[in-house]
């Protein structure tokens, strides 16, 4: 008996070591939507990566490769370092994207194993994406990319180039890694709601994700015969499961175990687990960097630990890693900058409050909009003739990137400033969306601004606008895309009068966007069953198709249309402000330090409040629920009369 008894215990102990023995572990570092923040933030005056507790700032490349040094020296099983797309876009170390591709060249050197596109890395065109990607190819290791979304044309010589560089420099749709017997196969895709606003993309489509996926998992798990499946995703993680893509994506295909999300700038500190996939997302700008351990064993992926790491001044920066950065400055200055008088670092204002952003009115959105304004009037309005002059600018919280913060000494800088309006290509091909102007009728205006109360509350915060030239008020109780209810033209400076938006009105009014918003406003009629079409036209009233036409011409001396950029406009508009306080540089005006009454939202349930000045769609939903009404009306009379018949028969 004594003997069975040890007899078991050996077999029990041999079993326990053959089943530790078996379970492989992983750690997998990743990041998302970096937008090229190759510095900590804000200001970046603040940011002292060589230092420890010294600062508030948020991000940093420097310090994200300490992350990736440490935790690979942490580890005795293997690391693998990935991100999940938009590492482009989003400061003025872009602006040199296709001369110099900093952003792919330094993720190779911070060591990223793997990295896949997002819908910012489409921003320049797929000329523009070949070019960063041969560049970065010839200046040193980039990481492996795997894109399985891409649709090229056949013979459209717009993606041609972009076909060959995919091939040059091994763009796959997955890759198989073998570390310590491990076999680790990643794809990755673009989102639908990513693909959808990627519209420098074109030629260029964009495959179902689900579809694509389960292809890719197929053949990685039948053909490859891999033991762990990655998905690098840049589709996101949404508060409402109906459109949070990632968890879609993970019911929907078997096989994955893990989706690193990107897109959605979703803070989640811990994993969301799908099924049998974990899915992981490292919010924005690299303020967090994901550290996830999982474990293989009988066929089976599992969660060990998960760790999201914030980086701020607790990480010293890696120093090589910042020289390199700093050199990148020094490129930018001496390659971009310097034509406009302007370096990265330089001072140009001074706030004693931060401007922030909100799915509201807001202190940035105001300033900024108020730049495209004062920008297109300083280059293109006719003083002799103030109709020429700009009434209304708009932008949208999509477009605009960051908050300008007081930090510690509430001084600005170039790199600062250029962060909240980063993006953008024009029709020159040069960096940046340029300024367009057109006329629309007072109707038209109305229509522009029912975007804002009526598709943005089902399209996010993307689609909330920020005005200049008017103030407005909406009840969001009213008949959709019939929610505004008073609009005045004017400034706090110049006073307010009312607009006129009835379809009797026939004047035309400037109005000035960027030309991505201008896109968007020219097509949202489409969206929106045609409630609210917009048509841009000229100032003789005539409708204008193609929106380069109507780009602002800075020099009209000059031969072609010298674009207006915003970013630049944006600079320039705040180096105009005065000096208030005598330190001898710009100070941003009181009247941005909070919101100024251009937004009301007046919550009624009242029946004059909800059909004064209504226009069509309120109509119609009268009409519709008057129509109703009465087939309700009859079926109750005809219910009542078969009732009588019925006992009448009796």
Known sequence: MKLLRWAVFFVFIICSTNSYAAEKLLTIVHTNDLHSHLQGFSPEIDYRPAAVNTDATFGGWSRIATVIKQTRESRKNPVLVVDSGDYFMGSLFHMLAREEAFELRLLGQMGYDVVTLGNHEFDLKPAGLARILTTAQSKGRIPQIVFASAIFTKDNPKDASLKRAFADVGVKPYTVIVRDGLKIGIFGILGKDAAAVSPFAAPVKFRDPVEVSREVVTTLREKEKVDIVICLSHSGLHKDR??????????????????????????????????????????????????????????????????????????????????????????????????????????????????????????????????????????????????????????????????????????????????????????????????????????????????????????????????????????????????????????????????????????LYRAAANIYNSAFLKVIGGYTFHFLDIVPKNKNGQAVNDLSALRVDGDKSREGIQELKQWLGTILYVQSFSDANNDGRPDIPEKYQSKQGRIVVETSWSPAALLANCSLPTYLALLIAGIALALVVIAIVIMRRKLAAAKAGK
């Not at 989640?268 to 924005?284: E, K, L, N, Y």
């Not at 090589?320 to 670092?345: C, E, P, W």
């Not at 600018?393 to 309006?421: C, M, P, W, Y």
């Not at 598709?455 to 606008?465: E, I, M, R, W």
């Open 242 to 507: 109906k459109k949070s893509e990632d968890e879609i994506l993970a019911r929907e295909v078997k096989g994955i175990d893990v989706i690193v999300s990107g897109h959605t700038h979703a803070l989640h500190p811990s994993p969301v687990q799908a099924g049998d996939t974990i899915i992981v997302h490292a919010w924005v700008y690299g303020k967090h960097t994901g550290v996830l351990d999982i474990a293989f064993a009988d066929k089976k992926v599992k969660l060990k630990n998960y760790q999201t790491v914030v980086i701020n001044s607790a990480i010293a920066g890696d120093s090589f890693i910042q020289d390199t950065i700093d050199s990148f400055k020094k490129k930018i200055d001496a390659d971009f900058l310097g034509k406009y008088s302007l370096n990265y670092d330089k001072i140009i204002a001074s706030t004693n409050k931060s401007l922030t952003m909100a799915v509201d009115e807001s202190p940035v959105g105001n300033l900024i909009a108020d730049s495209i304004r004062w920008y297109v009037n300083k280059y293109d309005a006719n003083p002799a003739d103030p109709e020429s002059r700009v009434a209304v600018a708009i932008e949208s919280n999509g477009v605009i990137r960051d908050d300008l913060l007081q930090g510690k000494t509430g001084k600005i800088a170039v790199g600062d400033l250029f962060r909240t309006i980063p993006l953008g290509i024009g029709s020159d091909d040069s960096m940046g969306y340029p300024l367009i102007s057109f006329y629309l009728y007072g109707y038209e205006i109305k229509r522009a601004l029912e975007i804002l109360t009526s598709v943005q509350p089902q399209k996010g915060p993307d689609y909330f606008l920020q005005v200049s030239g008017l103030r407005f008020t909406y009840n969001p109780n009213r008949v959709i895309f019939d929610r505004v209810t008073a609009i005045e033209l004017g400034s706090i400076e110049d006073g307010f009068h009312a607009l006129d938006y009835s379809k009797s009105n026939k004047k």
